[in-house]
């Protein structure tokens, strides 16, 4: 690990804090108020990734000047003001950029921040934050149409253009990079891939960007080798190459790839044990956990949920203790022990009941009641409670934000299966034709599988109302390369 006694080329200056958007903000937690932000834009047909992360980097100066999609959605929730009257710096002041005139075009993308060689050139900037990763922004159809294409045919050019501009591109390997000390921008390179990664895996699924994103990740490593200018970096570094290997074994455990996902969530928990990085240790337990379980070691499920809890605990967070909570009650299910379910899905709702809280990890966005419910679906229909799962897997499917549509067809297909098992194959059909409707969008083997599964249950019932057409159906889907 790099000390942090070699000086910068370019001493940065400290960010001032934003006390006017703080007070704002007012009793709402950091949480609360992305939400907020959230629905603001789409009253107003925007699409932002707003978390928590968000907006404390507003609170914390880092975003001096919002991007044209937060400024509309800003000035909408606070009418009559201005930027400056929300404590923001004048875009004009911003990097010498001009202020744009009615009409004008947004700017132009910063330059390949990995192009940088100081600690502070080529940072982030700070008016371009990680909602240019959702590819619901109507005002980036360009950017939004190529990562369509390129996630939904895993076609390797256009993926590799659609991680490149984060200095991670899949294309150069770990032996071609330059050989220099990282730097603060390649932090953000790493961070902002890694938020990427997660974005488009919401709204796609894993089996198109599995075999792609596997490159990044020897990137960020090989710049861990290269060691960092300052020690804040190098944790930095290291903690996004974590998060980053828990994103690509997410890919690879979501489309199938067992063996892959466990070799990537073991170097991010090694990753975490070399820096002491409790949230990255919890993270990655969280993640084994769900593996063991899908791979048939309920008792490794368990185990590793446990510790994950450990390792969570003092990190201050409800929510992460909700998740880890459920991670183990599918672990007691899987080895048929009802009584432990039942007690962690009680913890589960415990936990989750206390609400949000600003020591809640970004990659935790995914996490709300639709997910709780999903995963307690899948635990009842775990032990053969069917109609209990029916009943929690509709509920999550009705409560799931429009963005997660991988997750919307995981839950409806969640419910197709368990109403197929439980004796109601003409609502299971037209759960399965709904399912099947968004794999027009979503490539997740998880989904195809669990699909199958309900195929071969409703088999015996084709002449039952829909069935034979969900059959028929099911069996034209083409096959997964």
Known sequence: MASSSVPSSQPARPPRPNLVFRHLRGSRSPAEFAAAVRRAAREIGERVSCDARYVHR??????????????RVFLHMFPGRTLTDLGFAPRSSVRGRRTRAAGDQPAARPENPANATSETSGACEPYETHDRYDTYDPHDHEESDVLRRAFMTGGGATVAAALSPYGLAPEASAAQRPVRRAGTSDACALEEA????????????????????????RAAYALLDAGATRQRTADRLYAGAGELAISVGWLAHDSGRFDDARSHYAEALATARVTGDAGLEAHAFC??????????????????????????????????????????????????????????????????????????????????????????AQCWSTLGDWTRAARHARRAAELQDPHFTRNIALYTAELADDLARGGRPEEAAQAGMRALDLLGEVQSSRVRSMLSGTS??????????????????????????
């Open 58 to 71: 507003v609170e914390a100066g880092e975003i001096r000047c919002p991007n044209y999609a937060y400024e």
């Open 194 to 217: 890694v938020r990427r990664i997660r974005v488009l895996d919401d709204r796609h699924g894993a089996d198109g960007l599995y075999r792609r994103a596997a490159a990044p990740l």
């Open 287 to 376: 993640n084994m956990a769900f593996l063991a379980r899908d791979a048939g070691r309920p008792r490794e499920a368990v185990r590793a949920a446990q510790a994950a809890q450990r390792a969570a605990r003092p990190l201050g967070s409800p929510r992460l203790m909700s998740l880890l909570a459920l991670r183990e009650a599918g672990g007691w299910a899987g080895l048929a022990d009802r009584t432990g379910c039942e007690q962690a899905l009680i913890r589960a709702q415990a936990y989750f009941d206390r609400g949000p809280a600003e020591a809640d990890p970004e990659w935790m966005t995914f996490y709300g009641e639709a997910e709780l419910e999903g995963l307690e």
């Open 456 to 481: 071969r249950v409703l088999l015996p019932h084709r002449r039952t109302s829909g069935v034979s057409q969900f059959l028929d159906r099911h069996a034209s889907l083409p096959r997964m390369v």
